[in-house]
């Protein structure tokens, strides 16, 4: 049977792939992994109920599948805070505030409308690692659940000041106010929508907004991170110092500099670690990203004095080494930022947030901060239909790859990786020119074709 959890929660079509029944029964079974100590038998164990925070994304279906997992918490025992619509790493912030015991995310982040999912946290705003995921599919398939009687039952309530709980955090990490600043955000149509434009007012900037009108099908259509010229032409059309694009969840961040040139992940990466080793806060100075980022960030970190931790690709394991080994910085070239001093998650309007007040701080343009990074051509090709399980120890692949790195030497890399869910191979060059790049990633990835045929 295939995992019930992927890379980031249970995602999938709403009403189709993600049910009524499914929603209930996650939360039922979370109820009982998650509740442990505080519910047992269907009895308080501990001298009350436990507590969880259920939010969401303004996507139309979130609202039935939020009533499912609600009442599969109370059901179970649990008493739910209703926070509505607000941000993942928003609800995340709220589960350490409170001390709530767990809590879920209804989101398909930068997925389309249709598409929905549920990401569940741990005590402290944290994302559960793959056993006690695994704990809850068990408990799932089992059919495993708490059945309480009575005065045992939990409540539903809203989560009344949620918001503003949120929005005084935020505030509360600047280095610098925004004022004087011009900028354009671009809300995905998200759950960014309400929260994003008050707190860049709050912190004094002048804000044009965009993408902010959920309707609860409209979330990603057009707008957001992942169609990032909308937002260039707004900040050129307004003649703004710098515009911001949220993903529909907000855990993501990437920025457009006043020329309309795209700042991303790395880049914003970049202009953050640099920041913070000059204010003697950036632990161990060090950062942390995947290998998926470019070759450029660990060329301008080197330059810098900041050593350069490479994981896997995700934001989970980029959190595990920054927890591991205490950093408090590090990200995606997707926009997805994490600054463990204010987050435990990716949180795109703190990390828009921060670099907009590096410009105050500094007095530089975004444009010109952003160039302290320079940016090598990234060729990517996806070789599809191939044995990805026997690329590694191929002879043939590996000479293939070595050769090309000898050539490009110290101005590029190469970065062959299997999909962990379908039969393709992914070739990624870097190269001092896009010639270059393309033409090994293209000789490179008929190798794996040829080599890898099934």
Known sequence: MARLFGTDGVRGLANRDLTVELALGIAQSAAVVLGKGRVADGRRASGRRPVAVIARDPRISG????????????SSGVDVLDAGVIPTPAAAFLIEDIRADFGVMISASHNPADDNGIKLFAVGGVKLPDIVEDRIADAYEKGRKLAPTGVEVGRIRRFAD??????????????ARLDGLHIVLDCAHGAASGVSPQVFTDAGARVTVIGADPDGFNINDGVG???????????VAHEADLGIAHDGDADRCLAVDHTGA????????AILALSLKERGLLKHDTLVATVMSNLGLRLAMEENGISTVLTSVGDRYVLEAMEEHGYNLGGEQSGHVIMSDHATTGDGILTGLQ??????????????LASVMTVYPQVMINVKGVDRTALE??????????????????TGRVLLRPSGTEPMVRVMVEAADHETAQQAAEELAAVVREQLAN
């Open 162 to 175: 949620a918001e503003d709980r949120y929005v005084l955090h935020l505030l509360s990490t600047l280095p």
């Open 355 to 368: 670099l907009a007040a590096e410009v105050t701080r500094t007095g530089k343009s975004l444009a010109e």
């Open 262 to 269: 795209i700042v991303d992940g790395d880049q914003i990466m």
């Open 225 to 235: 991170s992942t169609h990032i010229d909308r937002l260039a032409e707004a900040v």
């Open 63 to 74: 609202e039935f599948i939020s009533a499912a997992v609600a009442a599969g918490f109370a």
């Open 393 to 410: 120890g191929n002879e043939i692949i590996a000479s293939a790859v070595s050769g090309w790195e000898e050539r490009l030497g110290s």
